[in-house]
């Protein structure tokens, strides 16, 4: 696949590469990421020709958005496609230990959730003020999910904030032609079914969901983009890790070690890649943009160098057999749409 290949973000008039760049490592995720660091990995995207860069207030509390809009100040503005989120307010913190969530690092603020009309607006403007530009393309209310506050009470809750506040502040931003794409961020099937059905969305950012691991989607919300004439932006295709390294120990699945069950399923998938002589993460990067609903993968990458093999991953021809035997062996929906060969 060539990754400069574009495809149309629902019924806005923008249209994203199909490879994207997802700046969460930007903010030190697991790992302190050293500055230079940092920025050569967003200069080495742009140079590999990505031009979907997505990011977020909560990632490294600022400080991505910082190091994204650093190097991209530098690029033509109408030559990428921004993306952000709203829904947490960074603010000055108080005394005593931070909770960070996965960052080890980052700068010193405090995330505090606010789905607000009146948060929304403060995010956005607090965004543009970091990253160095005063628009934004993509606007994501971010994390409205049970697995991000931790049942459905307080998902329900969260829905109804971001509905009745975050969702209409940005759809006036984008009739304003302020923001020129909404949609929401999410880490579940169920949370993109709910906000597609209660409002008029361009692009959902799906994190991990819709994967060569897991095919959640195909029967909801799949139908649903068809009807309703919305993209998906697919985070996370390497399920936060196990895709991308194999089943190793340690290997992360949805941020933590992988369960027995999910080493042994991505251990059956990788015996059938080597079978056909192509890596694993390669059939996990491309998997998903067989579904024509799929509009970019937007892996994070720590350095230059996992840039760089995203690209090569892109890029490597994968056989159709090799599709035809994970349906064989129940390790892929039969019904899931599949890359065609040599594309």
Not at 104 to 112: E, K, Y
Not at 184 to 209: H, I, S, T, Y
Not at 289 to 304: E, W
Request: charge should be negative.
């Amino acid at each position: 696949m060539n990754i400069g290949t574009r495809r149309p973000l629902g019924r806005s008039r923008l249209e994203t590469t199909i490879l994207g760049f997802g700046g969460a490592p930007l903010g030190d995720l697991y790992d302190r990421l050293p500055e230079d660091d940092a920025l050569q990995t967003v200069e080495t995207a742009y140079a590999e020709g990505i031009r979907l860069f997505d990011t977020s207030p909560y990632y490294g509390l600022g400080l991505s958005e910082h190091r994204m809009g650093h190097v991209l100040r530098q690029k033509p503005r109408a030559d990428f496609v921004l993306s952000t989120k709203v829904g947490r307010v960074l603010k000055r913190p108080e005394p005593g230990p931070k909770e960070r969530g996965f960052f080890a690092g980052g700068l010193n603020f405090t995330a505090v959730y606010d789905y607000s009309y009146d948060g929304t607006m403060r995010s956005l403007e607090d965004s543009y003020q970091r990253l160095g530009f005063g628009q934004i393309d993509i606007a994501l209310i971010h994390d409205v999910d049970v697995w991000t506050h931790g049942s459905a009470e307080a998902f329900d809750q969260r829905f109804r904030e971001s509905m009745e506040g975050a969702y209409r502040a940005l759809d006036e931003l984008r009739s304003a032609g302020i923001v020129r794409a909404i949609g929401a961020g999410l880490n579940e099937v169920a949370p993109c079914v709910r906000f597609a059905q209660a409002g008029d969305f361009d692009c959902f950012m799906l994190a991990g969901r819709y994967t060569l691991l897991e095919q959640d989607g195909l029967d909801d919300l799949m139908p649903l983009a068809d009807k309703k004439d919305f993209s998906i932006l697919l985070g996370g295709p390497f399920n936060s890790g196990i895709l991308a390294t194999g089943a190793q120990p340690g290997a992360r699945y949805n941020y933590v070690p992988a369960p027995p069950e999910i080493l042994e399923r991505v251990g059956r998938m990788e015996a059938i890649c080597k079978a056909h002589d192509v890596p694993l993460a390669a059939a996990a990067i491309q998997f998903p943009l067989g579904h024509p609903r799929v509009a970019s993968i937007v892996p994070g990458a720590v350095t230059a160098d996992e840039v760089t093999s995203n690209r090569q991953l892109m890029e490597t021809p994968i056989p159709s057999a090799l599709w035809d035997d994970l349906k064989s062996e129940g390790l892929l929906f039969a019904s899931a749409p599949v890359p065609a060969a040599g594309r």
